[in-house]
């Protein structure tokens, strides 16, 4: 799911999935391939343009990564990446 193919990313990916499917496509019983690429298409727009998140102190992505305006955003998500400096830590 991720492009570097990383499990840590999936696990982001599947979350936005699980929303995807779970707030927005729901149990619509979409009998085209065609209907089902436009709910798709609306959820994405939806999710990124309409849904406040948590992680963005309720921003939406949108008008975080655009920058409308001078955004407060911090970073509430864990990272599980190490740096040097965690590395060196640890080993003193």
């Given at each position: 799911?991720?492009?570097?193919?990383?499990?840590?990313?999936?696990?982001i990916?599947?979350?936005?999935?699980g929303?995807?499917?779970?707030?927005?496509?729901?149990?619509?019983?979409l009998?085209?391939y065609?209907?089902?690429i436009v709910?798709?298409?609306?959820?994405?727009?939806?999710?990124?343009?309409?849904r406040?998140?948590?992680?963005?102190?309720?921003?939406?992505?949108?008008?975080?990564?655009?920058?409308?305006?001078?955004?407060?955003?911090n970073?509430?998500?864990?990272?599980?990446?190490r740096?040097k400096?965690?590395?060196?830590?640890?080993?003193?």
């Amino acid at each position: 799911m991720t492009q570097n193919g990383d499990p840590r990313e999936n696990a982001i990916a599947e979350r936005i999935n699980g929303i995807i499917k779970n707030e927005y496509l729901g149990d619509a019983r979409l009998i085209r391939y065609s209907e089902r690429i436009v709910k798709l298409i609306n959820a994405v727009h939806l999710y990124n343009t309409a849904r406040p998140h948590l992680s963005l102190n309720y921003h939406t992505p949108e008008k975080v990564h655009t920058k409308h305006e001078s955004l407060d955003v911090n970073k509430v998500w864990k990272n599980y990446y190490r740096t040097k400096a965690d590395v060196n830590q640890l080993q003193d």
